[in-house]
T-cell receptor, first 114, second 110 residues
């Protein structure tokens, strides 16, 4: 079974530039999550989708971050404009069901903002 | 206070040692609990779920104390391959989201 795919794996941008990350979850997984993991910390949920609807985006900095999952399958997370403190690993995860199911993580995108 | 807190670590233990990690959570409505393992520069992977009665998987034992809002993970007979960061994860409630602790890093030394 194919796992969660993410691209790119690495990205270096200057502050105030824009960047987009892509995620393709495991086939059939209705729930998709985007997490931000800063070095030395645990992952922090940015946004959770159930199919193509947003379940929780309370910790998403909406002035600069946006995410969509238009067809209920793959998803894009965008940062515009980027700040130095956005340097982190952005992890996408998916699960078969919303509550209590195991989450499967992609390899992440390591973003460096200079 | 953070919603999920863990032993700060790092833990450096010799092979064969027994090591225990602690985790506390502040939201009493939390429903489900997990331990994830994250190797250096890799993604987190589920190690085990934590059940109310406690559960064991080989050398790993997880315990839950709902009254004290406390979760533990015990690793017996540590192996070099157990070296990783262990993340305590709490599901807030049905239809709610997962909250990760900051992680505790374990290094098993030869």
């Amino acid at each position: 079974e194919a796992g969660v795919a993410q691209s790119p794996r690495y990205k270096i941008i200057e502050k105030r530039q824009s960047v987009a990350f892509w995620c393709n979850p495991i086939s059939g997984h209705a729930t998709l999550y985007w997490y931000q993991q800063i070095l030395g910390q645990g992952p922090k949920l940015l946004i959770q989708f159930q199919n193509n609807g947003v379940v929780d985006d309370s910790q998403l900095p909406k002035d600069r971050f946006s995410a969509e999952r238009l067809k209920g399958v793959d998803s894009t997370l965008k940062i515009q404009p980027a700040k130095l403190e956005d340097s982190a690993v952005y992890l996408c995860a998916s699960s078969l069901r919303t509550s209590g199911g195991e989450q499967y993580f992609g390899p992440g995108t390591r973003l460096t903002v200079t | 206070r953070k919603e999920v807190e863990q032993d700060p670590g790092p833990f450096n233990v010799p092979e064969g040692a027994t090591v225990a990690f602690n985790c506390t959570y502040s939201n009493s409505a939390s429903q489900s609990f997990f331990w994830y393992r994250q190797d250096c520069r890799k993604e987190p992977k589920l190690l085990m779920s934590v059940y109310s009665s406690g559960n064991e998987d080989g050398r790993f034992t997880a315990q839950l104390n709902r009254a004290s809002q406390y979760i533990s993970l015990l690793i017996r007979d540590s192996k070099l391959s157990d070296s990783a960061t262990y993340l305590c994860v709490v599901l807030r409630g049905y239809g709610q989201n997962f909250v990760f602790g900051p992680g505790t890093r374990l290094s098993v030394l030869p």
